[in-house]
Nanobody, 125 residues
Framework: QVQLVESGGGLVQAGGSLRLSCAASGRTFSSNAMGWFRQAPGKERMFVAG????????YYADSVKGRFTISRDNAKNTVYLQMNSLKPEDTADYYC??????????????????WGQGTQVTVSS
C-alpha cells in the first residue's frame, strides 16, 4: 500500500519559517516527479511547487517564488518544502503528491496519482 505522510506543519508568526516533510512508503518515486499543493478553506487546491525525479529541475507558483524551496532525498524517499518569510495568505492545508506518469514537475493536479493526508500551516499576522 502506497502512503505519503506529511509532517512539519504548525502555527507560525508572519515572517517565520517552517519545513514540511513528506515521506513515501510502499513504492519508490525516485524516477518520478513530486509536488506540493495547498488548499485554503473554501478554495480549490492549488499548486505550490514541483520537483523532477533527481531534484535538478524545480517549478514554483509565482506566489511563493523566492520564499519556498522544494527538495528531495531519493535515498529516504522523502520530499521537503522549506517555507521562509511566511505570510498570513500562506495559511492552508499543505498536501504532498507523487506522480507515476511523469519525471518532470507539473502544476496540474491531474498529473499526480498519490496524495498525502495534508498538514495544516497557519500563519498569524
Amino acid at each position: 500500500q502506497v502512503q505519503l505522510v506529511e509532517s512539519g506543519g504548525g502555527l507560525v508568526q508572519a515572517g517565520g519559517s517552517l519545513r514540511l516533510s513528506c515521506a513515501a512508503s510502499g513504492r519508490t518515486f525516485s524516477s518520478n516527479a513530486m509536488g506540493w499543493f495547498r488548499q485554503a478553506p473554501g478554495k480549490e487546491r492549488m499548486f505550490v511547487a514541483g520537483i523532477n525525479w533527481n531534484g535538478d529541475n524545480t517549478y514554483y507558483a509565482d506566489s511563493v517564488k523566492g520564499r519556498f524551496t522544494i527538495s528531495r532525498d531519493n535515498a529516504k524517499n522523502t520530499v521537503y518544502l522549506q517555507m521562509n518569510s511566511l505570510k498570513p495568505e500562506d495559511t492552508a492545508d499543505y498536501y504532498c503528491a507523487a506522480s507515476t506518469r511523469t519525471a518532470l514537475p507539473r502544476r496540474e493536479l491531474r498529473w499526480y496519482d498519490y496524495w498525502g493526508q495534508g498538514t495544516q500551516v497557519t500563519v498569524s499576522s
